[in-house]
């Protein structure tokens, strides 16, 4: 079995890493080639190109790139179209694999999207050309199969990986041994995000919060994990905000930072499902460039943005966005958290069933389908 996968940055990575444990488990002489990132390394993947070139935030940022995304695109489908993997798989990224899936379908590969683009939260014509791309998609989320079914879209709902891969149960003790942390210790996680976008806009108002929240907590513990590639940058931003006596920086270990906090303040994304999943609160907080910005809240179609909420239907967590992304106004949600335990209380009860609904071992339920699409 050959598989060709494209994931892109942190996130992609995670989700394909867990995907090729499932592929390796029922074909263990698998072989698997594209973009991909560490985690998918791990797995034996061969990364012809590494994921962070996909790393884009915002549209003005991809206008940037533009035409060297699409170079990219061509050599890679021209690599896939020389190889013939038996199918071709792109995790999310669907402004790049669509575009690559189209090609290498009409060229005769099977090909399988793993992720449902958002069509229920913005950009709904998209389906279309999912429709025109993939001869299966793998859906995260129990209600998108269904959607994808009045376009004609094939689709299997597989459960979220991240459900299989965190524990039901936290485990905190063992996290805040290992992070060096008490048991008593009051700590916060600062998640801005791991492309190089989110930290230039998002990372320096987070620790101008930690600032706030340390001033008004000085027993607070701020943690602050800091994705690959991204340490420069996030080493910058805590000078410019003053933070080095605020925060505290950890390579990676973002799910034990997660496990061993009592809040979280992260970027909107997939950490807000993994803070979710290890049944956290949070303060959800995103900030584009204003021109991304201006484009994308016309396409929008949902009041919410985190995922927590979206999965909810209502604000279970407070999300400031944009202008309204303020370090007072983080500070204070962060604070209101602190000081409610009840509150806590009750959102963990909702995480846990949430936990439970996207429990549904997804990479073998994941390998299944790909397996029916290859005819293996």
Not at 340 to 357: G, I, K, N, S, Y
Request: with cysteine.
């Amino acid at each position: 079995m050959k598989l060709g996968l494209v994931a892109g940055e942190a996130s992609g990575d995670l989700l394909a890493g867990l995907l090729l444990q499932g592929v390796n488990a029922r074909w263990p002489q698998a072989r698997s080639v594209g973009i991909g990132g560490p985690r998918m390394v791990e797995q034996g993947f061969e990364a012809w190109w590494p994921s962070d070139r996909l790393a884009v935030h915002g549209y003005s940022e991809v206008i940037k790139v533009y035409f060297s995304l699409l170079k990219l695109r061509r050599e890679l489908g021209d690599r896939l179209l020389a190889e013939r993997p038996a199918v071709f798989v792109g995790v999310d990224a669907p402004d790049f694999n669509l575009g690559l899936e189209a090609r290498l379908k009409a060229q005769g590969l099977k090909t399988v999207h793993f992720v449902c683009p958002s069509i229920w939260a913005w950009r709904g014509g998209r389906v279309h050309k999912l429709a025109a791309s993939a001869d299966h998609v793998l859906c995260l989320f129990p209600f998108e199969p269904a959607l994808l079914a009045k376009a004609d879209v094939r689709a299997s709902y597989v459960g979220h990986p991240l459900a299989d891969a965190i524990p039901l149960e936290v485990p905190r003790t063992h996290a805040r041994a290992a992070l060096g942390l008490g048991e008593r210790d009051v700590v916060l996680a600062v998640l801005p995000g791991s492309r190089r976008g989110e930290v230039t806009h998002i990372a320096p108002d987070f620790l101008r919060a930690a600032v706030r929240l340390k001033a008004a907590r000085p027993e607070l513990r701020c943690l602050l994990p800091v994705a690959p590639g991204v340490r420069a940058l996030v080493d910058a931003a805590v000078v410019v905000a003053g933070a080095q006596a605020a925060v505290e920086l950890v390579d990676g270990r973002s799910h034990e930072v997660l496990a061993a906090c009592d809040v979280a303040l992260v970027a909107s994304g997939t950490a807000t499902l993994e803070t979710a999943l290890f049944k956290r609160p949070m303060v959800i907080g995103y900030r584009v460039a204003p021109l991304s910005y201006q484009i994308m809240r016309h396409m929008r179609y949902q009041p919410w943005i985190g995922l927590p909420n979206v999965l909810a239907e209502s604000f279970v967590v407070p999300e400031f966005v944009q202008e309204a992304m303020t370090p007072e106004a983080l500070s204070n949600a962060v604070l209101a958290w602190l000081d409610d335990p009840a509150a806590c209380e009750v959102v963990a009860q909702r995480f846990l069933a949430m936990h439970h609904e996207l429990r549904r071992d997804t990479a073998r339920a994941a390998t299944a389908a790909i397996a029916e699409v290859a005819g293996a």
